[in-house]
């Protein structure tokens, strides 16, 4: 499908939003990702230009669909950057599993390490604006709160969504002390706090490689069953 850059901002530190329009209707489910060709970007390299991403907006928001990305440098994320508004885009998709299960009766504990926070974003919205009944429970792990994306959304949604439960931390909270909430990195202790006794939960973890592999093993240890786990790794390209 072909697809034009309407818009990019920063909604994050070192973190690079944009907007893309498809020129038809595009229908995907909150978690999916698609791929992303960039036609005649301005910047090139020896990677090509297609990069796959997940999908930040909720399917209410189609045929508009946003997307973030930590910025590495790369040729690709420079193009965006640098590439005028209405650049031409290709898309191919959407792809994936990575959704939210259908049975409400058993909790969603997501588990967010950094910039995988964006299907999280995607899912969440969408639970909100169609009002599912699932339980959900948002772990956020990043550095400091500036890195946080779409932080504010959160805390938010927490308030709108009477069954939605955000919980970030900070592996380097401000010194000042103003940092109210939880601090170091998400454990098993902490994600074991989450389980209540409702039934037992799906548990969905994404961010960078190292996180998704600390967080399978803290999930193994639990005794939590494989089918009761998604992961979603972001390569960092």
């Not at 910025?71 to 690709?76: A, H, K, L, R």
Request: aromatic share 10%.
């Amino acid at each position: 499908m072909n697809a034009r850059l309407i818009k990019t901002d920063h909604p994050a530190d070192h973190t690079l939003g944009f907007v893309i329009e498809v020129d038809e209707p595009f229908e995907f489910r909150a978690g999916q990702s698609c791929d992303l060709t960039l036609v005649n970007p301005p910047h090139e390299d020896g990677k090509g230009s297609t990069r796959t991403f997940s999908i930040t907006s909720a399917p209410s928001e189609s045929p508009r669909l946003m997307f973030v990305t930590r910025q590495t440098g790369s040729s690709f994320k420079r193009s965006l950057e640098d590439g005028p508004l209405g650049m031409a885009i290709e898309v191919d998709g959407p792809w994936g599993s990575f959704v939210l299960h259908d049975d409400a009766a058993r909790p969603a504990v997501l588990l967010a390490g950094g910039i995988g926070i964006t299907p999280f974003r995607s899912m969440i919205k969408d639970a909100v604006e169609r009002r599912l009944a699932h339980a959900i429970t948002l772990l956020y792990s990043n550095r400091t709160q500036s890195s946080a994306a779409f932080f504010s959304d959160f805390v938010t949604w927490s308030h709108v969504k009477r069954n939605f439960t955000f919980v970030p931390t900070l592996t380097d909270p401000p010194a000042d002390g103003s940092w109210h909430a939880r601090t170091g990195v998400i454990d098993g202790g902490l994600i074991a706090e989450q389980r209540g006794s409702a039934a037992a939960p799906i548990y969905y973890a994404a961010g960078p490689t190292a996180f998704v592999k600390a967080m399978r093993r803290a999930l193994f240890d639990a005794h939590v069953r494989p089918s009761d786990i998604q992961t979603e790794e972001f390569p960092g390209y």
